[in-house]
């Protein structure tokens, strides 16, 4: 299931493990990268690809989840002038999953409907970064406010 919303009011998005109705077992554990700098881009992908083994993933979806996040950080680098992604492992009636959370705190993205079209690009990439990235994942929400930045909640599921 995916969806994509825009708001007008900054969005406050932080899962904690006694909260998260997606984690019922209490299993989460996180950790969070500043995306700052050329080199963090780096960092976050060997973290994302760490914890794809760690929760099990077949190669094909390794390689799934490492691509949306290399996309979701490199846009929040890129157009949010940085920001973070957090790592969160999650389980699910014994099923491991994975929920990266990017934030910055950029200027918003004023068309979400087009950002998420593929083609559509505000720079010189090709433009399938972020609906590329929501086709890779299982779930996917997108929260943006003008002058205010945007957070990407994207989760996938071994084995789905």
Known sequence: ???ARSTDDAVA???TPANDTADRDGNADRTVHEVR??????TVRHAVRAATLR???SIVDQTRVVTAASELARNAYIHGGGGSVTIEHLTLGGNAGLRLTVDDNGPGIRDV???LTDGFTTGAGLGHGLGGARR???DFELHTSSGKGTTVIATRWAGR
Request: glycine share 4%; no cysteine; aromatic share 4%.
């Open 136 to 138: 890779l994942m299982n």
């Open 113 to 115: 409907d087009a950002a």
């Open 37 to 42: 700098t050329e080199e963090d881009l780096l």
């Open 13 to 15: 998005l932080a899962a």
């Open 55 to 57: 929760a099990g993933f």
């Open 1 to 3: 299931m995916s969806s």
